[in-house]
């Protein structure tokens, strides 16, 4: 194994990591009452600043070659982080459960190996079919192991919703495949670095009217923003989910493939539930565990062909 696939599997390693524990932080900020749009708008424009600032300083940041690239850009923006992460936040905050959202969140690469027959004809096995089927089962099991279709609060997070969460973190699911059909074309004239930076400038911007409309003015902003519980989950989502974890993803898509690298987000449930149960703020029984298990079954299942080619 090259060093540069060595490189590769760190990067998505460590990525999968970094996600799976980011559900927390902005649990986190959604008990403390942080509005939605003004969290991911402040998490993103962070993003896209320590980027700027990095990128000036090492010149790593390239100049758009061609003007169609600006529409590919804006669209790998628009469909994450805008898209995903209104889908993944809500989610979260409708299921109040960072467990549920992160197993939902990892079936990306089984629609991601739908959207690689369709736009990239990529080759599908019989053991990939199968893990497909797998996972819609196994979603299933989760979902009613955990109270069927009335999920109780966790926390202090009120306002829990079951069906409507599902259908936000669909729409997440849906927004991080159209962004990893985007994101392949995009590697081939750029690198990662500057990738994930367009990806984060633009997606500040499309934040800024969402944020100005729904939640700045009904907030106090100047209170919320001097408190330490409110920038230590921004900072870690800001730095190492969003900048790093990004740029990494990016970087593992170059040379290790769309599908190999979509198939470690099948380690993000075990994660996320690893952490909530150490936390004692995830409370998690044999069925949900069950599910969690046909779900990553079926997720390495229809990666297997892309992982051994």
């Known amino acids: 194994m090259t060093r540069q696939r060595n490189r590769a599997y760190l990067f998505i390693c460590t990525t999968t990591l970094l996600w799976g524990i980011s559900f927390f932080w902005t649990n986190k900020l959604l008990i403390n009452n942080v509005p939605v749009f003004f969290l991911i708008f402040t998490r993103i424009s ?38 995903y992460f209104i889908g ?39 053991g990939n079919i199968i893990g497909i ?8 099991v989760v979902v009613m192991g955990k109270g ?20 936000f973190l669909l729409m997440a699911v849906f927004s991080a495949v159209g962004h990893t059909v985007i994101l392949k074309r995009m590697t081939r004239s750029y690198n990662a670095f500057t990738v994930t930076f367009y990806q984060h400038a633009l997606g500040a ?23 330490w519980n409110f920038w230590y989950p921004i900072l870690m989502l800001s730095v190492f ?15 290790l493939g769309v599908t190999r690298a979509n198939t470690f987000s099948a380690i993000i449930p075990i994660i996320t539930a690893s952490v909530g149960f150490a936390l004692g703020l995830e409370t998690i029984n044999w069925i949900q565990v069950l599910g969690i298990l046909v779900v990553v079954t079926g997720l390495v299942l229809s990666q297997l062909r892309s992982r051994c080619s």
């Not at 089927?133 to 299933?140: A, E, H, K, R, S």
């Not at 939640?215 to 408190?227: A, F, G, P, Q, Y």
Request: proline share 5%; with cysteine; hydrophobic share 55%.
């Open 46 to 83: 962070l993003a896209a600043l320590i980027l700027l600032i990095v990128g000036k300083i090492t010149g790593k940041i390239q100049r758009i070659k061609r003007k169609k690239d600006v529409l590919w850009f804006l669209g790998l923006a628009l469909m994450e982080p805008f898209f």
């Open 88 to 126: 993944e936040t809500y989610g979260v905050k409708l299921t109040a459960s960072p467990t549920l959202s992160s197993v939902m969140i990892a079936s990306i690469p089984v629609f991601g190996l739908i959207a690689g027959l369709a736009f990239y004809r990529e080759k599908v096995s019989a």
């Open 133 to 140: 089927f797998l996972t819609v089962p196994g979603m299933m």
């Open 241 to 255: 989910c969003s900048s790093i974890a990004f740029m990494m993803f990016t970087a593992a898509i170059k040379e």
């Open 148 to 167: 069927g279709f009335e999920l109780g609060r966790v926390g202090n997070l009120p306002g829990t919703n079951l069906i409507p969460g599902i259908l």
């Open 205 to 227: 911007i499309y934040f800024i009217v969402p944020a100005l409309l729904f939640d700045v003015r009904r907030m106090d902003s100047l209170h919320m923003i001097t408190k």
